[in-house]
């Protein structure tokens, strides 16, 4: 039997079969208002105050992110922290208030949109969908300012609709209750997407019609949606309900393999043995990559201790986590990163100037000419870990021979320190 009901197409985001009843999430913003001549600087330093809350509110749902076992998507929301209080951004919102006297719902939502079109202009896919990140960051301001809450309700399991999802919304909508995501406009690159298949939620994006064929079909009505294909479906059929369970069946059946095959070993058609790393952002997240076939850790990522505090983590606390992965791979390979920020990643007790490029700039290793102590202390916790089983180290930035110099120079102190003291550390 053929089924009638029309198919929409769309680009698969995050794979995955979800079938449910629609709910929209549209925003809705506070109103802007006016402000007198007299309270202007007033209405600046309530800016302020709310993208300061903002911020705050943003590092601990990355805090959250991080301690569910999702350290990469945590530093999506370190990054919106860090754009809640841009200059950039501030110093526009406050122009629009003292040039135009419109309140700070107004201004910062003005300078959000300003900057967002600025962005939505670049050719260079990954920058043009950061425009949603900055009139997301923006709308959080608007809504502190306004008292309002800013993450949005889901009552019931359902599939997400919308012309797009701010990020936030994606992470702090319920999972539970959150059974897929389709949306009209939005990319595969997009942190809304990345966010879905982090958290292994089926996402459609790119649906052209979509929100008129929802409206038309009614509220309740179901949608079914294949993360794999892009294809969504409106108030499906029984020929089509019976075939979405039919791949919803197969995901399960694939999932399940693909665990029980994960401790096989890897091996080409020629023989050749593939080790399999992981790459993970706290050592809690060991127990999950060995159950998927992981043979040690290509890449730890140690920013997780330095970020969110306000001074440096203890070399006892480093040595702690670093040595919990040794002992979990059991003498598997574990690669630590030496501390890696500057660019998007910004720590308070290390205050570093202002750069037109500084993902390119002062960041990483190169910020030990500055602050030897800092990678000394995180070099002599990775060679007592290194006590435990084999570490390696991975330095980024390294540009050029004095730069691979300085490392070597760091890490023979860390191990002449070490060995004067009669600790314990490994090679």
């Given at each position: ?13 995050a794979?995955?079969?979800a ?6 999430l ?11 001549a ?9 800016m302020?105050?709310?993208?300061s809350q903002?911020?705050?509110e943003?590092r601990?749902?990355?805090t ?6 999702h350290?990469d998507?945590?530093?999506?929301f370190?990054?919106?922290a860090?754009?809640a209080?841009?200059p950039?951004?501030l ?6 208030i003292?040039?135009n006297?419109i309140?700070?719902?107004g201004?910062?939502t003005a ?8 962005l939505a202009?670049l ?5 043009r ?5 900055v009139?997301?960051?923006g709308?959080?301001?608007?809504r ?7 993450g949005?309700?889901l ?5 997400v ?6 990020p ?6 319920p999972?539970e209750?959150?059974l ?14 990345i ?5 292994g ?17 009614g509220?309740?009505t ?11 479906v409106?108030?499906?059929d029984?020929?089509?309900r ?9 995901v ?6 693909d665990?029980?095959?994960?401790a096989?070993?890897?091996v080409?058609?020629?023989g ?12 809690d ?32 606390a480093?040595?702690s ?11 598997g390979?574990?690669?630590?990163r030496?501390?890696?920020v ?5 720590i ?18 190169r ?5 030897a ?6 070099l002599?916790?990775c060679?007592r870990?290194a006590?435990a ?8 930035m ?21 060995r ?8």
């Open positions: 039997m053929t089924s009638t009901r029309p198919r929409l197409g769309g680009v698969a985001a794979p995955g079969v079938r449910g009843p629609w709910a929209e549209a925003s809705t913003l506070p109103a802007a208002g006016r402000v007198q007299s309270d202007v600087v007033r209405e600046r330093e309530r302020q105050r709310a993208a903002a911020a705050t943003l601990e749902l990355a959250r992110l991080r301690d569910d076992g350290a998507e945590a530093a999506i370190r990054a919106h860090a754009m209080r841009d950039e951004l110093d526009a919102a406050a122009r629009e003292e040039m006297l309140d700070g719902v201004a910062i300078a959000a949109r300003g900057l967002a079109e600025r202009e050719e260079d896919e990954l920058l969908a950061r425009a949603v990140d009139v997301d960051v709308d959080r301001i608007a502190q300012l306004a008292g309002v809450p800013t949005p309700v009552d019931r399991p359902s599939i609709v919308a012309k797009d999802l701010p936030s919304a994606t992470a702090s909508l999972r209750r959150l897929g995501i389709a949306l009209e406009g939005s990319s595969p690159t997009a942190h809304a997407s966010l879905a298949r982090a958290f939620i089926p996402a459609v994006v790119g649906v052209a019609g979509l929100l008129d064929a929802v409206r038309s079909a509220p309740g179901e949608v079914a949606i294949d993360g794999s294909t892009g294809e969504v409106v108030d499906p029984e020929v089509e019976a075939r979405f369970e039919r791949l919803s069946a197969g399960r059946l694939g999932r399940a393999r665990l029980s095959e994960a096989l070993p890897a080409t058609l020629d050749q043995d593939v080790a399999l790393l992981a790459n993970i952002g706290s050592p997240e060991c127990e999950a990559a060995i159950s998927l076939g992981a043979q040690g850790v290509g890449l730890f990522r140690t920013e997780f201790l330095f970020l969110e505090r306000s001074d440096p983590p203890t070399e006892d480093q040595a986590a670093y040595r919990r992965a040794v002992e979990a791979f059991d003498g390979p574990v690669t630590i030496l501390l890696d500057g660019g998007d990643k910004v308070p007790y290390l205050p570093m100037p202002r750069e037109d490029n500084p993902f390119l700039g002062v960041r990483a290793l910020l030990a000419e500055g602050h102590e800092l990678f000394v202390t995180q002599r916790a060679y870990a006590a089983g084999p570490v390696r180290i991975m330095a980024p390294v540009a050029d021979a004095p730069d691979a110099a300085l490392l070597l120079v760091l890490a023979e102190r860390a191990r002449d320190e070490l004067r003291e009669g600790r314990e550390a490994g090679t």
